[in-house]
């Protein structure tokens, strides 16, 4: 008996040991959030600050109803929060984006964005990446699951861009939804659902 638990407590140890180190611990810092009820194309169409938009009462879709945008981080990964009223994935092939600035600032250079497949597309699977504008288009492939706070995340590992790094700070968050024409990672984005205004920073920590 007493071998049969020493056994039992030395296999709970190696599974602990293999756990990620993501989860629970993660911590969430939310840089925006956005009105509801507002989904309905009714915007600046991706094009501006989001001023012009948050015209509630109307929606065209709760999936595409953002909410509320975060971020947090580990040694490893980069995690973006992106939580709208639904996770009801609907048969419309849609996107969201999440877009930020290095701290020098810029032309919203990276963009994090999600891919769902559906009528509107040839996306077989969702997708996600960071797309970094400014170095030439650069794309650094990353995964997309449901949030542990709520909505989406996507995971991007931070050591393949160097504006991920300790110390680092993401600035002028905001977020859009938009149909999704097209293929991975080549198509088109729009018409936008929803968009928000700008929202705040994230520094990285670790
Ligand atoms: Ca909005
Ligand atoms: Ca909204």
């Not at 190696?14 to 939310?30: I, R």
């Not at 879709?61 to 996770?87: C, M, P, R, W």
């Not at 994935?89 to 999600?114: D, M, Q, S, T």
């Not at 996600?128 to 909505?151: M, N, Q, T, W």
Request: hydrophobic letters at 45%; one cysteine or more; proline letters at 3%.
């Amino acid at each position: 008996m007493k071998r049969t638990l020493a056994m039992a407590a030395a296999v709970m140890v190696a599974a602990a040991l293999l756990a990620p180190s993501a989860g629970a611990a993660l911590k969430l810092k939310v840089v925006l959030k956005d009105a509801e009820t507002d989904a309905n194309f009714i915007n600046d169409q991706g094009t501006s600050d989001g001023s012009f938009g948050d015209f509630e009462g109307a929606s065209a879709s709760s999936f595409a109803d953002l909410v509320e945008v975060g971020f947090a981080n580990d040694k490893k990964n980069l995690y973006v929060h992106i939580q709208t009223l639904s996770t009801g994935v609907p048969a419309a092939g849609e996107g969201f984006r999440v877009r930020v600035n290095p701290a020098a600032g810029g032309v919203y250079c990276l963009n994090f964005e999600i891919f769902f497949n559906g009528a509107q597309n040839d996306v077989t699977e969702w997708k996600a990446h960071l797309r970094d504008l400014c170095a030439g288009d650069a794309i650094v492939e990353g995964e997309v699951a449901l949030s542990e706070f709520g909505g989406f995340m996507i995971t991007i590992p931070r050591k393949a861009h160097p504006d991920l790094g300790k110390g680092k700070t993401l600035t002028a968050t905001q977020a859009q939804t938009y149909l999704w024409s097209g293929s991975y990672p080549a198509g088109v984005a729009g018409p936008y659902l929803d968009t928000t205004k700008i929202g705040g920073d994230y520094k990285l920590k670790k």
